[in-house]
């Protein structure tokens, strides 16, 4: 079992930044690829970036590549993504999945149905 916290939404000007981060409680967070994924407004909620579960691979939709950086830290059991260049477009309730591929199974980044644990979300909204 892993829950999941995020935290580091707020509210920031386009061209701006933010750093959003991921606290996991269990045992199994060291076994676990983690994504972020966001739902704007009237929209489905869509893959924006993952990670395996030792941080070697990265993955990225490509309406951020280039702007946002995924990463974690196994020791703090957390997990982070770094925005930059923020864009009106970008604003959405930001979710932190894990899911439980163990060291050796297949990672499907963008399937959301996937990903075992949600958190609860954190808005971002970017004014323009």
């Known amino acids: 079992q892993v829950q999941l916290v995020e935290s580091g939404g707020g509210l920031v000007q386009a061209g701006g930044s933010l750093r959003l981060s991921c606290a996991a409680s269990g045992r199994t967070f060291g076994r676990c690829a983690m994504g972020w994924f966001r739902q704007a407004p009237g929209k489905e909620r869509e893959f924006v970036a993952g990670?395996?579960?030792?941080?070697?691979?990265?993955y990225y939709a490509d309406s951020v590549k280039g702007r946002f950086t995924i990463s974690r830290d196994n020791v703090k059991n957390t997990v982070y993504l770094k925005m930059n260049s923020l864009r009106p477009e970008d604003t959405a309730v930001y979710y932190c999945?894990?899911?439980?591929?163990?060291?050796?199974?297949?990672?499907?980044?963008?399937?959301?149905?996937?990903?075992?644990?949600w958190g609860q979300g954190t808005q971002v909204t970017v004014s323009s």
């Open positions: 999945a894990a899911q439980n591929t163990g060291y050796s199974g297949t990672y499907h980044y963008n399937d959301q149905y996937e990903y075992n644990y």
């Open positions: 990670i395996n579960w030792s941080g070697s691979s990265t």
